[in-house]
């Protein structure tokens, strides 16, 4: 499960740098790499939000359990 749990944490932060740099810069990476509103860009963000919340999920049965 812990590498599993990494791989998600991976995908989330390329997600928050790819949100940073749309913020600071105005430059969407993976609309770059891939093309405005494609498939392949309408799955890469998908995955990054269903890894999102599965890293919410990870952090609030951590503190539920009292694993710090």
Do not use: P
């Not at 790499?33 to 990870?58: D, P």
């Amino acid at each position: 499960m812990e590498t599993m749990q990494k791989a998600l944490l991976v995908v989330t932060i390329i997600g928050a740098i790819n949100w940073g740099l749309v913020g600071l810069l105005n430059v969407d990476l993976v609309a770059t790499l891939f093309g405005t509103q494609t498939l392949l860009t309408r799955i890469v963000y998908s995955l990054v939000a269903l890894c999102g919340i599965v890293n919410i999920g990870i952090l609030l049965s951590h503190i539920e359990y009292g694993k710090d």
